[in-house]
């Protein structure tokens, strides 16, 4: 066959993948038009699940890998729940019959709220009237007017925050919110004409694209930055001079529209750059029972103390989660705030119903903004322990932590430090979160001879929190040299922390949880897995994450196992050897110099402001 040929055969596999396509979405909506006579939710993930195992397990057969065949699968069942969802609300909130939906949006052809409104409103498959506004201000008095059916409106981006000026604009209109999108924030570099980037002499931008950008331009010499009001206006400008040596900021669609293409794309500093928009219109919605619903409400609660946490605690009561608090000042009362709750949940049901007559007590203020379909799919993930079951089993697969499969001991390389070579490693732990004393904590540490600052960053706080924790703990073992370890209890943790540490702490009780072994024995920084109750266990857990590809593990002894049977893990193991250590200060240095003869690596120890046995500690191994 010629490359014309393959290429024919080609065109013609894609022809009958999107036939195939469309005929799955026609039979999700007569799923959901059942769904709707015999009531049931939308979404159901264990059927999901079910299929997304069996499309792993047939695509492993046919040699597709089972990465790519679920993210194809999760776009794809990510569309018909979406479609589903789309087709009930349709059913619950006949539209006007107007021949065209018209929308208000902020900045010109091209602008990102542009795409966001496009993106939203395509769903309607009706031809769109756009009303380009200069303001948020011009945006609420079009839909308010009654000149446009839609207004999109950005929220809040993941690296700026909050955009308190629509906030502010909400507190009076007396708009709806209809429903929420999501847009991800990609900055290329457009141009109009066929040229490299060393051509570019000027650069037409929006000031905000260009500080998210700062990194990438300042690696271009000699710019020639010219401000625009709009993304859009630069775009327009460099579309109308089409020359090799101009060029604009803005999205890849939005430069389509321009007749733009990109020449350089994901320029922002910050990779993961996301707007979340809103959309308001005059009526409000209902939304189906049968799917996640989200409502927005606005509340004042007086200054008296613990009035917002009573506030709060009414959600809790009736079981209803909060996704998003923010607060801003109300305009004409000094130091007086309006609350922005979102919650994740149906405006009509029981629940809320009730606590909006509770918070209506107890307020001084209250008022939904809205309840409209929360537009997040998150995918369904398959179990480890069943992805594993789709896996041919391998023959003969060597027991990766004996002395047999690597006769010599593993070197754990943490941060600057080796567990495994020649002196021992000091771990210092700290038992709680020691707040604004961390540093001085870390100063003493690095002071007694301690190399590993081992903190739990995210133990009974929520992910936020944790996350903030994680930098401080980096920050701090940067600053005073000293290598970082943390906890990790989940996959999502794992991923966090493997940013921001050189060690993770895996306990015990990981041996259960599939998830987590998996994401720790695939992500690339060092692990520490603690030895439970029978080790004999551990070690195939240490199997299991050797398997996925991590080799840098090293097992923690916390419950002090009689030398003998250290003696014995080490003869059949190569990974190295922890030993949380207590005692007093005279007892240790004895003990820490019999374990190291015995092949005991490192060392762990609770730490304290008043305690220096650490120090004592290391002057007996250092010696
Ligand atoms: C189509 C259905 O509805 C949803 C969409 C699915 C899909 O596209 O495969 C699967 C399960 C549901 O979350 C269904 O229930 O079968």
């Known amino acids: 066959m010629n490359l014309d040929d393959i290429r024919n055969n080609i065109t ?38 079910a299929l997304l195992v069996d499309l792993v397990s047939q695509g492993r057969q046919l040699g597709l890998d089972a990465h790519f065949v679920t993210r194809i699968f999760h776009t794809i069942i990510e569309d018909s729940v979406l479609s589903q969802q789309a087709l009930l609300q349709d059913l619950l909130n006949p539209r006007d019959s107007v021949p065209a939906i018209s929308v208000a949006f902020l900045g010109l052809k091209g602008s990102y709220s542009n795409m966001a409104a496009r993106k939203y409103l395509s769903r309607f498959q009706a031809p769109l009237i756009e009303h380009n506004c200069e303001s948020f201000q011009q945006i609420f008095e079009t839909v308010e007017s009654g000149q446009a059916q839609y207004g999109i409106l950005p929220i809040e981006n993941t690296s700026s925050g909050a955009i308190n000026d629509v906030f502010d604009l909400m507190q009076h209109t007396r708009l709806s ?3 929420e999108l999501t847009q991800p924030i990609e900055h290329c570099l457009l141009v109009a004409t066929d040229t490299r980037v060393e051509q570019i002499k000027t650069l037409y931008t929006h000031s905000q694209p260009y500080q998210q950008c700062s990194q990438y331009l300042s690696r271009l010499a000699d710019l020639d930055v010219k401000f625009c009001a709009a993304s859009s206006n630069a775009m327009e400008q460099v579309a109308r001079l089409s020359r090799p040596d101009v060029a604009a900021l803005g999205s890849a669609d939005g430069g389509a529209l321009h007749g733009l293409v990109p020449l350089v794309e ?47 605690l009414v959600l809790r009561n009736h079981g209803i989660t909060m996704t998003r608090l923010e607060s801003r000042p109300i305009i004409g009362n000094p130091w007086e705030e309006m609350f922005y709750v979102d919650v994740a949940a149906n405006a009509n049901s029981g629940d809320m119903q009730s606590a909006m007559k509770e918070l209506g007590n107890i307020t001084r203020f209250i008022k939904v903004m809205g309840c409209y379909p929360s537009a997040e799919v998150s995918p369904t993930r398959i179990p480890a322990r069943l992805l594993n079951k789709t896996q041919t ?6 027991v990766r932590y004996s002395r047999h499969y690597k006769a010599d001991n593993t070197r754990v390389q943490v941060g600057p430090f080796t567990l495994g070579g020649d002196e021992p490693l000091l771990i210092a732990e700290l038992e709680s979160w020691p707040g604004s004393q961390l540093d001085e904590l870390a100063r003493s ?5 301690g190399q590993v600052l081992a903190l739990d960053c995210f133990t009974d706080v929520g992910t936020e929190l944790g996350l903030d924790r994680l930098q401080q703990l980096h920050a701090t073992a940067e600053r005073f040299d000293l290598a970082a370890m943390t906890r990790v209890t989940n996959a999502e943790q794992v991923h966090k922390a493997a940013e921001q540490v050189d060690w993770l702490l895996l306990d015990a009780k990981a041996s259960s949880n599939d998830e987590l072994l998996s994401a720790a024995g695939r992500c690339t920084r060092p692990l520490l897995l603690e030895l439970a109750e029978e080790p004999e266990h551990s ?10 590809g991590n080799q840098q593990l090293a097992l923690l002894d916390s419950q002090a196992l009689p030398l003998s049977s250290l003696l014995e893990l080490s003869s059949r193991t190569h990974l190295p050897l922890v030993s949380r250590l207590s005692g007093d200060a005279t007892t240790l240095p004895r003990l820490g110099d019999a374990l190291h003869a015995a092949g005991v690596s490192g060392f762990s120890i609770a730490v304290t402001d008043s305690n220096r046995t650490l120090e004592q500690l290391a002057q007996s191994l250092y010696r």
């Not at 013609?12 to 959901?32: H, I, M, N, P, W």
């Not at 540490?445 to 001879?449: N, R």
Request: proline share 6%; charged share 25%; no cysteine.
């Open 445 to 449: 540490i690095k002071e007694q001879g």
């Open 539 to 548: 070690l195939k857990v240490a199997q299991h994450i050797l398997q996925q």
């Open 393 to 398: 089993p391998k023959q003969n697969e060597p």
């Open 266 to 312: 994901g320029l922002a500093n910050q990779k993961q750059n996301m707007t979340r928009f809103i959309v308001v219109a005059r009526k409000p919605i209902e939304v189906a029972e049968q799917i996640p619903a989200k409502t927005s409400f606005i509340m004042s609660t007086g200054q008296q103390s613990g009035a917002l946490v009573e506030a709060l």
């Open 177 to 179: 919110i209809v429903g």
């Open 12 to 49: 013609r596999l894609d022809q009958e993948l999107l036939s195939l396509l469309a005929q799955r979405k026609t039979l999700s909506l007569d799923v959901a038009r059942s769904k709707l006579e015999n009531p049931r939710p939308i979404r159901d993930q264990e059927r999901e699940q």
